[in-house]
Structures are given as C-alpha cells and as structure tokens.
C-alpha cells in the first residue's frame, strides 16, 4: 500500500497532524458544546510531537528526500517541525479559556489550529517550490479565519488585512517561483540548486529570486514589509496573536531556511546582498518601534519583528554552512518559549483588552501576583537576551554563526540594537515592580498557569538542554 | 571549594528571600562572614572544568588567579559590614539582604570564572541586583539614572559580546577555555586583535570605569540610597580593570599593544580629570564618586602600561579601594544620618562633638587618598610606576592626580570636622563602630602586608604579563621615546 522508496517515519508527523484535524473537526460535527475537540487537538499535537522526537533520535544527522525529491527529512527540518508542535500547543493551553468569551462557538477553532500546523510543518519539510506554496496555502487559509475569530471589528480589520497582503505576498511568491522555472526548468530545490551554479541563467533566475525573496520576506516579517504585523498581531485575539508570532514565523523560518540552504548555494550575490539589507532594516526597525509602543502587546509585536531580523541572520549565515541553520533552529525554540510566555502572562494581566494593557496599567502586578510577575521578568529578561536564559544562548549562537559566516558588520548592527531591546523590555519590567493598581482582576487558569509553566522551565534550563 | 564564595552567597540569597524578614541581616552577614573565610583559603583550591555546552565550547570553568582571589577576599570582606549596614537603614532590608547576597555570589564569579562565555553570564548577572537596588532604594531621579546606567552598561556588554562571539570562529580555538583561547588569539593578526580588543575595551572601560564612558557613575551614586549601602555594590562593581587584566591583554596582547596609545591617556586623564573634579565638589557623595573615579583611572594607567608592575599595582589598588571608598559611602550615609543632607555647607565642626567620627573619618581618606602604610597607597605607587614606565609624559599626567588627591582629601576633612560648630552630632554608635572595624581592619591589612597579595598577584598573572612583555615591550618602549 505505501509506495516504494517512502519512509512512513518521514511522515509520522504530518499524518497524524491531519488525521488529528479530522477528529476535531468530526467531534464539532456532532456536538456543538463538546471541549472534546481541544482535548483531541492536544493530544494529537503531543503525539505528533512524540514522532518528531523519535524521528530527531533515530536520524541523527542524516538528511533524505522523499517523493521524488518533495520532501526533505534532517534534523534541522524535523527540529523546526517540533518547535511548531510546540508553539501551537502552547497557543492552545493560553486560548482555552478564551472559547466563548463572544458568544461565538468553537469547535473549529482547534481544527483550524492543527490545521496551520501542518501547512506550518510541510513548509518546513518542503523539497519543492510546490510543496512549499502548498504548505504556505494551508496555513495561510487558517490564519486567515483565526485572525478575524471573533466578531469584534478590530478582528475583522486584522483578518482582512492579513488576507489582503497574504494574498498579495502568495503572489509575488508564485511570480519569483514561475520565473525561477523559467530559468532552471525546475521546481526542485536541490534541481534549482545545481542548474543556478552551473549554468549562466542569467537575469531570469535573478529577478525570480528576488522576487521569492520579496513573498518570503512578508511571511517573516522583514522591514519594509513588515508593517502589516503590529496591525494584525494588535487586532487579533490574544492567542491567534501568539500562535502567529510563534507557529506562522517559525513555518516561515523554516521555509526560508529550505530555500536558502537547498535552492539557493549558488544564487547570485545580489540576492543574499538584499537580504542582508532587509534584515538590517528589520533589526532596527523592529527595535526603534518597539521602543514608542504604548501597550505591552504593541511592544511584543514590535519584537517579534525585531527577533526576526536576529532569526534572519543566522538565515544569512546558513547559506555558508550549516552552523547558521542550527543556529536558527535552535533560536527559533528559544523564542518560542520565551515569546508564548509572555503572550500568556499577557493575556491573564490584560485579556483583549488593550486599556487594560497599557504599561503603565501593568504596575502592581509584583505585589498582586508575584508568581507571574516573576515569570514575566524571566522571559522579558530572555527576550532581552541576559544570560544565561534561552534568548542570550539563541542570539549567541546566531551572532557567532554570523561572523563564522563573515558578515561582521550585521553582526554588530544586530548587538548595538539589542541595546534598545533592553530598554523596551525594561520599561516593562519596572513596570511590573512598582507599586500600582492593576487594570483589571487578573486570574490564571490551570491551562494557561501550564503554558507559563513550560515556559519558563524552557527559558531557565535552555542551556541544560543535551542536545544544545 | 571554589565554588563556595559563588554558590554560597546565592544560595543565602535564595534562602532570605524565602525566610521572615527579621532574619534576613543576620543570616545575610552570616553567609559573607562564611563566604570571606572561605575565600582567604581560594590560593590554593583546585580549578574545577565541568562540560556545559559543548556545542558552543563553553564549560562550567573555574580557577583561581592571584588576582581573582585577592579581589574575592576584599569584595566579600567589604560586604559583610555593608550588609550590617543596609539591614539598619534599609526600609526593606530583605530586598537588600537579596540583591546583595546576589551580587556578591554573582561577583565572585565573575573573579572566579576561567571560561570567557561564562565570565560573560556573570558579567550580566552582577549587573541586575545593582539595578535592582537603584530602583528598590533610589531617590528621586533615579529613574533617569537607571535608564542612563542600563544605557551604558549595556552598549559596553554587548560590544563585549560581539567580540566574545566572534573571538572563537576567527581564531578557531578549541573552546571558551582561558587556556584553549590564549593558544589559538595570541597569534591572530594585530589587526584582528585589535578590534576584538576594541570590543572588550568598550564594556571594560564602561566599568573601570574611564572618560568618556564613565557619566553613568555619578548620577547612580548620587542617586542610591544615601546610606551608602548600594553605592558600595557600585564601588565593587568597578571590575572594568579586572577585565583588562584577566581578560583582554592576555588573550589579545597585539590588540592591547596597538589600542594603548590611545587608551593609556584616557585613563591618565580620567585620574587628573575625576581628581580635579573632587576638589570642586559641594555635595559629599558626588565628592566620593569623582575621588573614586580619579582611582579607578590609576588603575587604568596600572594596568595599560602592560608592564608587571604597574599590572600588579592596579589589580592591588582595585582590591583596596573596594575597603577604602566603601567606607567612604557608608561613612557618608552615617553622616547624612545624622544631618538629612550631604552638602558640604551645612557640616562643620563636627570633630569636636564627634571626636570618634571624626577620628576613624580622617584614617579612612587618609587611605582613600594613598598615603603610604594604608591600603590604596601600594597599588597606586606601583601602578604609577607602571605607568611611567610606558610613557613619561603620561604618568606625569596621573601624578599629578595624587597631589590633587592630597587637596581634595584635605580639604573635605577640614569641612566636615574643623572650623565652627554647626550644632551637636552624636558621635559613633556601637553598632557603627561594627560596621566601621571590618573596613579598618581591612584597610590595615592591605596596607601592611602589600607584599603577601602583590606577590600572589604577579605569580599567578604569569601568561598575562608575560604575553604582555613579550608582545609589547618593544611598542611601549617606543611610545616612551615618543612621548620624550
């Protein structure tokens, strides 16, 4: 029944994820009020994840393609995949309060989740331009009703916005990729790969990469075309906020670095030369907009921007070899749980209630509830990249891979605008310390007490990890 | 055992945070008193070299140097008094028993530490309790002075790091390890060296600290709680030189050699500059931060000269001034206890009320000030020498520091203590007299047997300053013929 030459480990993940969906979405058929579906989600998520362990032990450092060179199976594939799994289970513990809470019911919320993970862990699998689009697309649709979940209007305008310029970054995608085979014949990495080194290809595969670059540069988030981001990220709900921030830029990530490391060994100079440049403007813009913002959501936005462009150098580096791709592996993990953290904690202090998440609306929360604050001050401090919690280890690796890679002058670009992320981060920081009334009662639910939790116990023994 | 002067301080500070506050002074100072015991035992303890991360070549590394465990002995001495302190005038004196349990584990092991990426986590983690008690005790305007510190202290620590993370790929060491580095940086090209140097020298110089990045220290003492407790985690906190030491000159020499030209006058002008500046003083605090500042630029010109003796001389004046400035800041804060008010006009007379204030007051500027058979004066003559030794005209320039030392100390005394009464001040109390024995045993002991630390301190410092000479005596020797 299974062809030959297909590994069903390979695709442990991804199966499980779908026939996960499908139970979801099959519990929601026949009862409208059942939680069964979250439970089923969960689990399925966790199962998954189980296989990409197993995959991650078994493999070691073997890398393989499968259906005809469509699917790409390594360890750096299947560690992305994992930090997915694990963003979105995190965004599931931080939203399951949240069902109801307008009146809208949900059992296809959770369907909708598992369902961009996958299109999230095929785009970091993908071997292929098609596979890639494939994955994307199926992420994509999800987000798309995500974002506008509830019927609250700034809802609506960010799942909107976040539909218009997907569409519109899918199709400057597609045009790169449709130019790219024009000029190699091929939708195949590895094939694209070895027809840009080996024959002059000229403006063609130029101007394709560049445009691929351009589609890609939306998905992470890259200055310019970043802007959508805060507006989406603010307008969502709390948990669609987080499970963008982490499950779609580590997918995008993950997408990226296929392309970087299997299509692109030989692209012309220009193309890395632009994004260098993008992620350059994406360190500083990212950090300077972080610093204005007047909510701690705003701020969070503004920092998965910035984090971005630290994610994009290692991006850079991978293209010489493979310690910049470990390196955004393992940042991508690190920024999962420090960012799904403070999502959490955000979302107990100030619901979806942007009043109630003005920074200055956060003082008294040390004396309030000393547990979170704690928490908070960890993963802003991570965020921040003081050693030794996981985002000092995430930004180490990915600046050391930028100077083994030779680009030095990104590499202190990167450092002398983490020294605003300080400031950012700080101001919440202190916030949290001083005296104050909270906005509002803030109450923990067990499930998201569990996401905080995880987190936290990530961001402190980051280090201890034995594969790190 | 050399982990206890970094673990057992943290792991008190853990404990206080969890235990009543009532408790929290005693079981504080018990811990400092334990880790200061331990501490004069550090000579001869064994380096410890557990793996951590070995992906990234970075190990739990430990060894003590001389100079690391001379500085361990004067940090921790100086704190056991300065907990004593804070628990009597802090009003939340666990929050200050905590963040300065914290400061000292994570101080030592900073000393401590013989892997450069966990030096690094040390460097940072030292720095958040003394953020903490900037914002927990500071006055009015600390918040402006938080955000200038934070500012300053974190440019310097990620150029640090920039240079940390690029030191490895671009000499192809081995690993974090002092030694595994020092084989693979010594023989990189001047030029690399010099801008890893460069990246060093950026957060060394912000916590020796020297012009022009030292305009953070003034604004955070004045803004510290005035009792002086948290200003003497700042006063211990200047380890900007030990950097230079330990760190930068031994891995990079040709980056130290190439860059001193430029670095040898900032601290020279740094010690004139923070010494003039003392004499203009009206407020005592600020008084006491420019003092300090004038030595730490001394301490510069030691340890830039790259010459063993002046090396020795400010690693030697860097341990002193930790007991003689601190004694300063706590003496301060027993002052404005008794008057509400640092500025030098409304003090006056004092030493004829006050005989016992004004008595113990006059030994510890004495001290501060160097005069000879006190603690500061040794490493200040030897650093000096050092400093004349790589360039005449610029030790001429820090010379000249002492003698405006001599003013300033002089000066402030007669203010204080001598000319008309302004009213009755009660005299030492026996708790103070506590406080003030541990600094003047200390001062003491640094003054008199110099001999016994500088020894260790030259022995142990073995590749430093012999990676220095070797590599720089020819360029220092030139820059002497130059400046002549």
């Known amino acids: 029944m299974i062809p030959e030459g297909i590994s069903l480990q390979a695709v442990a993940v991804p199966v499980t994820l779908l026939i996960t969906a499908s139970l979801a979405l099959l519990v929601g058929v026949f009862n409208r009020a059942s939680r069964l579906g979250g439970s089923i989600a969960i689990l399925g998520l966790t199962v998954a994840a189980g296989f990409g362990v197993f995959d991650l032990l078994q493999r070691g450092s073997a890398t393989q393609n499968y259906f005809g060179l469509q699917w790409h199976a390594g360890p750096v594939a299947t560690a992305i995949a994992l930090t997915i799994l694990l963003g979105a289970l995190l965004s599931l513990l931080i939203g399951w309060n949240a069902a109801g809470a307008y009146g809208v019911e949900r059992p296809e919320y959770e369907t909708l989740v598992v369902l961009a993970t996958l299109g999230g862990v095929v785009m970091a699998h993908a071997g292929d331009f098609i596979v890639l689009l494939l994955g994307l697309e199926i992420l994509s649709l999800s987000v798309y009703a995500l974002a506008a979940w509830n019927p609250r209007a700034s809802e609506e305008e960010a799942g909107m916005k976040y539909f218009l310029l997907g569409a519109f970054a899918s199709a400057i995608l597609i045009y790169g990729m449709a130019l790219t085979y024009g000029a190699t014949g091929s939708f195949a990495f590895d094939t694209i790969g070895a027809s840009l080194g080996s024959e002059n290809v000229g403006l063609l595969a130029v101007a394709g990469s560049l445009l691929i670059l351009i589609g890609l540069a939306f998905k992470m988030s890259f200055a310019p075309f970043h802007q959508w981001a805060p507006d989406v990220y603010v307008g969502a709900s709390m948990p669609v906020t987080a499970f963008m921030s982490l499950v779609v830029k580590a997918a995008a990530f993950g997408a990226a670095l296929r392309v970087v490391t299997a299509a692109w060994p030989n692209v012309d100079g220009v193309v890395l030369q632009g994004l260098a440049v993008l992620i350059a403007a994406t360190l500083v813009v990212g950090n300077f907009g972080a610093l204005v913002q007047p909510t701690v959501k705003r701020i969070l936005a503004y920092s998965a921007v910035a984090h971005a462009g630290y994610l994009g150098l290692g991006l850079l580096a991978a293209h010489q070899g493979v310690v910049g791709a470990n390196a955004v592996a393992w940042y991508l993990l690190a920024y999962t749980a420090m960012t799904a953290g403070a999502f959490a904690v955000a979302y107990a202090v100030s619901g979806d209630d942007a009043a109630a998440d003005e920074v200055d609306r956060w003082r008294g929360l040390g004396a309030a509830k000393p547990g979170a604050a704690i928490a908070m001050t960890l993963f802003l401090a991570s965020l921040a990249g003081i050693p030794p919690l996981a985002g000092f280890f995430g930004k180490f690796l990915v600046i050391q891979a930028a100077f083994d890679a030779g680009w030095v002058w990104l590499a202190v670009l990167a450092l002398v605008s983490a020294v605003v992320a300080v400031l950012y981060y700080g101001r919440i920081v202190i916030a949290i310390w001083r005296d104050g009334r909270l906005g509002r009662d803030v109450t923990l639910p067990a499930r998201l007490r569990l996401a905080v939790v995880v987190s936290v116990v990530l961001v402190v023994a980051f280090a201890g990890l034995p594969a790190l | 055992m050399i982990l206890v002067p970094i673990l057992l301080p943290l792991i008190a500070a853990a404990l206080i945070a969890a235990l009543p506050a009532a408790r929290a002074t005693v079981v504080a100072t018990f811990a400092a008193g334990v880790t200061f015991g331990v501490a004069t035992q550090l000579g001869g303890a064994a380096a410890i070299n557990l793996p951590w991360i070995d992906s990234l070549g970075v190990g739990v590394r430990f060894a003590p140097t001389g100079a690391s465990a001379m500085l361990v002995i004067a940090a921790s001495l100086a704190m056991i008094p300065t907990l004593v302190q804070a628990g009597r005038t802090a009003d939340r004196p666990r929050v200050a028993a905590v963040s300065l349990l914290a400061f000292l584990g994570a101080l030592n092991g900073l000393f401590l530490a013989s892997d450069l990426v966990l030096m690094y986590v040390f460097w940072e983690l030292s720095l958040i309790p003394t953020l903490v008690l900037l914002a927990a005790f500071g006055l009015d305007r600390k918040r402006a002075a938080l955000m200038k510190y934070v500012a300053y202290a974190f440019a310097g620590s990620l150029m640090m790091l920039a240079s940390i993370a690029a030191i490895r790929p671009l000499s192809g060491a081995e690993s974090y390890a002092l030694s595994d580095l020092q084989a693979a940086t010594t023989a990189l090209p001047a030029g690399v060296q010099a801008w890893l140097f460069a990246g060093f020298a950026a957060a060394f110089m912000v916590k020796l600290p020297i012009l022009p990045l030292h305009a953070w220290l003034i604004d955070v003492h004045r803004q510290n709680h005035p009792a002086g407790f948290a200003d003497v985690a700042g006063t211990l906190y200047k380890v900007g030189g030990f950097g230079l030491f330990a760190w930068s000159i031994p891995l990079l020499p040709a980056g130290a050699a190439a860059l001193q030209p430029a670095l040898l006058p900032l601290a020279a002008v740094t010690a004139l500059w923070g010494a003039l500046a003392a004499t203009q003083q009206t407020d005592l605090k600020s008084f006491i931060a420019y003092g300090s500042l004038s030595h730490m630029g001394i301490v510069g010109v030691g340890v830039l000269s790259l010459t063993p003796a002046g090396m020795t001389g400010g690693m030697l004046l860097l341990a002193a001034q930790m007991l003689s400035t601190g004694a300063l800041f706590l003496l301060a804060g027993m002052l404005h206890a008794r008057r509400g008010t640092f500025e030098f006009t409304s003090f006056g007379g004092l030493g004829a009320t006050a005989p016992a204030l004004a008595g113990v007051t006059t030994l510890i500027m004495f001290a501060f000030v160097g005069v000879p058979g006190l603690s500061n004066f040794p490493g200040e003559f030897l650093a000096l020498m050092g400093a004349f030794n790589a360039s005449a005209a610029w030790g001429v320039v820090a010379v000249t520091s002492v003698v405006a030392a ?79």
Request: glycine fraction near 16%.
């Open chain 2, 406 to 484: 001599g003013v300033y100390g002089v000066n402030a005394l007669h203010k204080v203590f001598l000319g008309g009464k302004t009213g009755e001040t009660a005299d030492l109390s026996r708790p103070e007299w506590g406080v003030l024995a541990f600094f003047l045993a200390g001062i003491l002991w640094f003054g008199v047997n110099p001999g016994g630390f500088s020894a260790a301190v030259q022995a142990d410092a073995g590749p430093t300053v012999v990676a220095a000479q070797t590599t720089v005596t020819p360029v220092a020797l030139a820059s002497e013929g130059g400046a002549r």
